[in-house]
């Protein structure tokens, strides 16, 4: 796998700081193994990437998946419902929640082997409340495998990537769904030309003042280097890291005791 040279300096950061962890995506059977004959959750789903065709196809060796939406309506999947109808492959359904994915309150502790989330974090205006949730709901030594844009690869090319000090004063201001504090960076930064279909400036702002109820802001910014410093902070232990161009950071992580 080549790297273009926007990737070469946080790849090479990454090879020095977690050297066992990152690795090249060539092979998935780390991944698929976490979630073979076991019960996880996917937050955000349900996910091409996953799917039988995805570059990271696990939801058939699954025993069980069960979902997590923020609300009945989303931008992406439409019309969701509460229940047993969770369809994240051919004949294979979970148990579908409606709920942040900082508050699984719904859901005791402990309760899956795995849990599975691509492009939402990003979306998530306090990241560290959110993935202590996602922990809480995950067995001792469970993964949770988190996909999330590279910031060089999107229209968020030309923001600076979130600080983790930034990330923790959000954790400790109890920092809400409804935050706007980045819009006047996103509309000053976003790339245009790589969003093709945000209609244009004013209609992107108009839709971006309704966030909480389409989700459609990347809150927070990220390359490898500070997502890894985010999953440390919480104390998880960081399995692999992988890139995925033009835009996919991967990482598989577990829940260990210090």
Not at 15 to 44: C, F, H, R
Not at 76 to 89: C, D, F, L, M, T
Not at 196 to 213: C, D, H, T, V, W
């Amino acid at each position: 796998m080549k790297f273009t040279n926007m990737f070469y300096v946080t790849y090479r950061a990454l090879q020095i700081l977690y050297p066992k962890a990152l690795k090249k995506l060539s092979q998935v059977t780390e991944y698929t193994n976490i979630s073979k004959d076991k019960n996880g959750i996917e937050i955000g789903g349900p996910s091409q990437i996953f799917s039988k065709e995805g570059i990271l196809p696990l939801y058939d060796h699954a025993l069980n998946i069960d979902g997590c939406n923020f609300s009945s309506e989303t931008v992406w999947e439409g019309s969701v419902k509460k229940g047993q109808n969770y369809k994240y492959a051919s004949e294979k359904t979970g148990f579908q929640f409606i709920s942040e994915a900082s508050d699984l309150s719904e859901i005791k502790d402990e309760q899956y082997d795995f849990l599975i989330s691509s492009h939402c974090l990003e979306h998530c205006a306090n990241p560290i409340k959110t993935l202590k949730e996602w922990i809480r709901v995950v067995k001792m030594n469970g993964h949770l495998l988190i996909v999330i844009p590279h910031k060089n690869g999107t229209f968020d090319n030309k923001r600076p990537v979130t600080s983790l000090e930034h990330m923790i004063h959000d954790y400790n201001d109890n920092t809400g769904e409804d935050d706007l504090t980045h819009l006047e960076e996103i509309l000053k930064l976003h790339d245009w030309s790589l969003d093709p279909y945000s209609g244009g400036i004013e209609k992107f702002k108009s839709r971006a003042l309704k966030n909480l109820e389409n989700r459609c802001l990347h809150q927070h910014v990220f390359n490898p280097t500070n997502l890894a410093e985010l999953i440390n902070y919480t104390g998880l232990k960081i399995k692999r890291v992988d890139f995925k161009l033009p835009f996919h950071i991967i990482l598989l992580a577990q829940k260990v005791i210090h």
